[in-house]
């Protein structure tokens, strides 16, 4: 068993284990080519070319674990959701979903026929890589955001309304989503991913007590109907410092932690029977060097050597940031050793 695994299931480890989130993408030179033949959708929907964008990075940087390339909203559009990867924006509806009536459209999802190209990619990379691959889905939180509000959002609104003022409505959304989720991440596994992360990104806009009674049943729901699965299920969200426990609750393995909260104090939280994931300020990247590994080698201080830490971003690499950046903070980390 290798390093990243272990380490998900709190185990001892060689060296700390390190991949990044969005590791693939347009801080990338050839990336950037690939780009100029194909669109986003169009990546995701070719197994041979996702594929070679999965392994790039893992060629590059060293990490010691793939994540599948694809988008959280590939799923929703392959069961008929007119939605939109804008560049420099993000996912973009032109009919916003709000109510009864629209969620309706979220019809469940069957892999094989919806999105057989990601079950393929999965396969190839398993043939390919020597390094574990992660498999992914947007939480049914973040997925609905994009669904009511019609494109990124900072406020919430809409989603609020619905939560708060259709509540009726706002359930039978999360009913559909997780069950999409669910089905949807099960069917990565069976085609070979390793490890599975749970992105609900945006939760952080919610109160814990909202958290607690609009979207942790249903992540719970999702999370325990991968535990038999045997593979290590990842959790993570932005600005989620004051719901960390119930983050833990809702039954990962590992739970993710934003740049927001230093990571001692959030393992603390989390509580020690849980493994972490993170937590490096992306926009360190475009910094000095120096302070970059400074600040690598505070996260792994405050991990203080303990089984269970796998070293990340508190979020995704920024487009600006550098290859030879990315290739440093790896060397640091597993050259690092606890006094």
Not at 44 to 65: F, H, N, S, Y
């Amino acid at each position: 068993m290798d390093r990243f695994l272990r380490a998900c299931r709190r185990e001892p480890v060689d060296v700390t284990p390190v991949w990044f989130m969005r590791q693939a993408g347009r801080y990338q030179p050839e990336y950037r080519k690939i780009r100029e033949k194909y669109t986003l959708m169009e990546i995701c929907k070719i197994p041979e070319v996702a594929a070679e964008v999965t392994i790039l990075p893992v060629k590059q940087l060293g990490v010691d674990a793939a994540i599948l390339f694809s988008d959280i909203m590939v799923p929703l559009h392959q069961i008929g959701i007119a939605v939109d990867l804008k560049p420099n924006v993000g996912p973009v509806l032109d009919k916003p979903l709000r109510s009864a009536e629209d969620v309706k459209a979220l019809r469940p999802i069957v892999p094989e026929e919806d999105v057989p190209f990601v079950l393929e990619a999965i396969k190839i990379l398993r043939r390919e890589l020597d390094v574990p691959l992660i498999g992914f889905s947007g939480g049914p939180f973040t997925l609905a955001s994009y669904l009511i509000e019609g494109r990124p959002t900072r406020k919430f609104t809409e989603v609020k309304r619905m939560m708060f003022g259709a509540p009726d409505v706002w359930r039978e959304m999360m009913e559909r989503l997780t069950s999409i989720v669910i089905d949807y991440l099960l069917a990565q596994v069976q085609a070979g991913a390793q490890a599975l992360q749970l992105f609900d990104s945006w939760v952080g806009c919610l109160s814990p007590q909202d958290y607690e009674e609009y979207v942790l049943p249903y992540s719970k729901r999702i999370l325990t109907a991968l535990e038999g699965t045997g593979v290590p299920r990842i959790h993570f969200g932005v600005g989620t410092g004051e719901m960390l426990p119930l983050l833990k609750e809702a039954g990962a393995d590992v739970v993710g932690v934003d740049w927001l909260v230093p990571l001692d104090a959030a393992w603390e939280r989390i509580g020690y029977d849980t493994a972490v994931q993170g937590n490096l300020e992306p926009n360190l990247l475009l910094g000095d060097e120096a302070l970059i590994l400074e600040r690598t080698r505070d996260v792994m201080r405050r991990a203080n050597g303990r089984p269970g830490h796998i070293f990340n971003l508190g979020h995704g690499v920024m487009p600006q940031a550098k290859v030879s950046t990315l290739q440093r903070i790896v060397e640091a980390v597993h050259e690092y050793s606890v006094d």
